[in-house]
């Protein structure tokens, strides 16, 4: 599944990231999400992957504030980071009243009943 492959990508590249990290609990922090990453999202716990996407995306942005992540790899991280929540909530991994449009459901219903009708 590419939502699996996308989440094994960017815990790499935060392993990766961390390698070159000085301050050793920072790098821990991103070590510890990388895994978090790893194992929610392939079992389709997505409310723990998109936590942890969310903790790994303020940690990457305040790394590059500090100048433990080059700016270059920080904007890298944030768009796959940004782009796998949103294929996770468009798989059916958000199901929050936020995201739910009861008009545009029932709205779309109606449409194409006319349509058939009108057919």
Avoid: C, W
């Amino acid at each position: 599944m590419i939502i699996n492959q996308k989440a094994r990508a960017i815990a790499l590249a935060l392993l990766k990231v961390s390698v070159y990290v000085r301050r050793d609990e920072f790098r821990k922090s991103l070590e510890h999400l990388a895994f978090s990453i790893l194992e929610a999202v392939p079992m389709e716990n997505y409310e723990m992957g998109r936590r942890a996407l969310s903790a790994a995306e303020s940690l990457v942005l305040f790394g590059r504030e500090i100048y433990e992540i080059e700016p270059i790899n920080a904007d890298i991280l944030l768009k796959e980071i940004q782009g796998l929540t949103k294929e996770i909530s468009y798989s059916g991994g958000s199901r929050s009243p936020e995201h739910v449009s009861l008009d545009e459901i029932f709205d779309n219903k109606e449409t194409q009943k006319k349509e058939r009708i009108r057919q």
